[in-house]
């Protein structure tokens, strides 16, 4: 069964500071792997989707990156503002989809 | 485009009533599920829809019914609700299930309490 871990449960930086999420899986045999941001309240937002043949994709200031072998995937926010505080969640497709339980950002002013 | 769509966006039951959540996509998708999120438990899937006419058991199916009524609506059923079913519903679909380049994209959530 696919486990899905993301480290740390909850991250605080100030303003400015470049940051990395991680999220590492058990089971390397996937489709894809999405990551997805959720503020309070709301529903999932699609930030990235790298699919398995991929290594990396981009977006604006987001970087995200994909390493089957050792069952990891981080997601690189470059400058962060205060905009950005919100949950991160990343999602692995292998047959269905098993999410891990997120990272809570909060970026200072 | 709105997306995914769910109502209600609130619901207050009593133990052992009923209800359907309804969910719309307007963006022709072939693939939609239903999950539930609880704190410390992450999102589990309760059921899917690969395409049309078809529907299939996810990780947390017990108590709970749907109907793919078409392509573009997937509602759940909770026949006789309990209070271990209190949590937030997510809708979502993509173009093909689960797989490849196709993303997953979230309605807003129904926030279901059952007393």
């Known amino acids: 069964k696919q486990e899905v871990t993301q480290i740390p449960a909850a991250l605080s930086v100030p303003e400015g500071e470049n940051l990395v999420l991680n999220c590492s899986f058990t089971?390397?045999?996937?489709?894809?792997l999405q990551w997805f941001r959720q503020d309070p309240g709301k529903g999932l937002t699609s930030l990235l989707l790298i699919q398995s043949s991929q290594r990396e994709q981009t977006s604006g200031r987001l970087n995200a990156s994909l390493d089957k072998s050792s069952g990891r995937s981080t997601l690189y926010i470059a400058a962060s503002q205060p905009g950005d505080s919100a949950t991160y969640l990343c999602a692995l497709s292998a047959g269905k989809s098993t999410f891990g339980d997120g990272t809570t950002l909060t970026v200072k002013p | 485009n709105a997306g995914v769509t769910q109502t209600p966006k609130f619901q207050v039951l009593k133990t052992g009533q009923s209800m359907t959540l309804q969910c719309a996509q307007d963006?022709?998708?072939?693939?939609m599920y239903w999950y539930r999120q609880d704190p410390g438990m992450g999102l589990r899937l309760i059921y899917y829809s690969a395409s049309e006419g078809t529907t299939d058991k996810g990780e947390v199916p017990n108590g709970y019914n749907v109907s793919r009524l078409n392509k573009r609506e997937f509602s759940l059923r909770l026949e006789s609700a309990a209070p271990s079913q209190t949590s937030v519903y997510f809708c979502a679909s993509s173009e093909a299930l689960f797989r490849g380049s196709y993303e997953q994209y979230f309605g807003p959530g129904t926030r279901l309490t059952v007393t």
């Open positions: 089971d390397s045999a996937i489709y894809n």
């Open positions: 963006m022709n998708h072939n693939s």
